[in-house]
């Protein structure tokens, strides 16, 4: 149980495009959903977090234009990369934590995405 | 501010070899304490996790002790596989925070045949 899943795994484009990455619960409600970027051999940087129906919040220095959160549904929530750039790629991870009675249940992660900007 | 502090790697073992991840911690109150593996080109996922002081977390051999006195919750394994071969991830959180986690730099760990 417990299962997120990420989409797409890996993307390549051309600098300037916007992309969008998808993080769904597969099997559980996620009240909480977040959004990590890591560099290679590093760990992971939290950007942001987005609760269902409300505004994400974002970690100081990330740029809120420049990376749109939407958490429309209890299981899905996204991440537009908008007009990127070479110095965007990375990877991003994201996660959900489960509705439930306690406010610190375990996160969940996706694959994660690699974004390679040409 | 909180922060977590893990032993540097790279960290290389022979199977069967007993295996130590130091993790230690900085925060104001008590948090709860979480070890993820992170395999090449994944996600993370959570190895085991601990809520309280002197609560030990466990799952596929490996074991972790909240340990409050030293600030520590350093990850074991009585003998290492090369699949255990990854980068482990310390962290902490706190409930009044949203469930935000605080991680460590992380620790590759090799294993050789």
């Known amino acids: 149980g417990a299962v997120v899943s990420q989409h797409p795994s890996w993307v390549i484009c051309k600098s300037g495009t916007s992309v969008k990455i998808e993080c769904r619960s597969l099997?559980?409600?996620?009240?909480?959903m977040f959004w990590y970027r890591q560099f290679p051999k590093q760990s992971l940087m939290l950007m942001a977090t987005?609760?269902?129906?409300?505004?994400?919040?974002?970690e100081q220095g990330v740029e809120k234009d420049k990376f749109l959160i939407n958490h429309a549904s209890l299981t899905l929530s996204t991440l537009t990369v908008t007009s990127a750039h070479p110095e965007d790629s990375s990877f991003y991870i994201c996660?959900?934590?489960?509705?439930?009675?306690?406010?610190?249940?375990?996160?969940?992660f996706g694959d994660g995405t690699r974004l390679s900007i040409l | 501010g909180d922060s977590v502090t893990q032993m540097e790697g790279p960290v290389t073992l022979s199977e069967e070899a007993f295996l130590t991840i130091n993790c230690t911690y900085t925060?104001?109150?008590?948090?709860?304490l979480f070890w993820y593996v992170q395999y090449p080109g994944e996600g993370l996922q959570l190895l085991l996790k601990?809520?309280?002081?002197?609560d030990k977390g466990s799952n596929k051999g490996f074991e972790a002790t909240y340990r409050k006195e030293t600030t520590s919750f350093h990850l074991e394994k009585g003998s290492v596989q090369v699949s255990d071969s990854a980068v482990y991830f310390c962290?902490?959180?706190?409930?009044?925070?949203?469930?935000?986690?605080?991680f460590g730099q992380g620790t590759e760990l090799s294993v050789k045949p």
């Open positions: 996660s959900a934590r489960q509705a439930g009675l306690y406010s610190n249940q375990p996160q969940h």
């Open positions: 099997d559980f409600q996620a009240t909480t």
């Open positions: 987005s609760n269902e129906g409300s505004k994400a919040t974002y």
């Open positions: 925060a104001t109150g008590y948090p709860s």
């Open positions: 601990a809520t309280k002081a002197d």
């Open positions: 962290a902490l959180s706190f409930l009044n925070q949203g469930g935000k986690l605080i």
